[in-house]
């Protein structure tokens, strides 16, 4: 889109953009006219901070696994996975994990002192990008992985469903945040939002 932006072109994508339909709202409700609406500016796209924000959200969860390594040893208590309790823990799993992390985000967001300290740099952006999704204090880190963690924990979710799991909520992840909102997406295909 940016691209095509830069050669006067309108890619067709442009309409899902959320940034071009946040700052055509804003420029309604101002009462102007769209079309005297100037072209959308395009944030220049941080290569070094997103490689250092992955291993700030990355490392110390590589250092988890190595300090303390628990998966080999529960491994064998788990017998093999039957398909029902697959889907049931990882439609469990996400479900327990939005409702917890929607209470600490809410609470991020009403609190200013957790606002301030744990949840600002993640809104740093003017635009939503999906690098900002590991754009995240080590607290707020802490926050996000340990409610996932807690809700697989709570349910006893299988180690291949934890794994499923674990693919399904980064790509949930990714996506809320890249910044479009298309169709097909998720939140527009599931009912009642």
Known sequence: VRFATRQGKIHPWRKYRLQDRYLADRH????????????????????????????VYAL????????????????GAFGAPDTLGILSGIVGGLLLYDLLFFCGHWLMHKVPFLYRTLHKKHHQSEEVRACDQVRLTLGEEAIDVGCSIVALNLLGVHPFARSIYNVIIVFLLVELHCGYDFPWTP???????
């Open 28 to 55: 309604r409700r101002k009462g102007r006219n769209l079309a005297d609406m100037p072209p959308v500016k395009h944030s220049p796209w941080h290569y070094q901070s997103w490689i250092f924000e992955f291993w």
């Open 60 to 75: 110390p969860l590589a250092i988890w696994d190595i300090v303390a390594p628990r998966r080999h040893r529960r491994l």
């Open 187 to 193: 939140q527009n295909v599931v009912p009642f939002g």
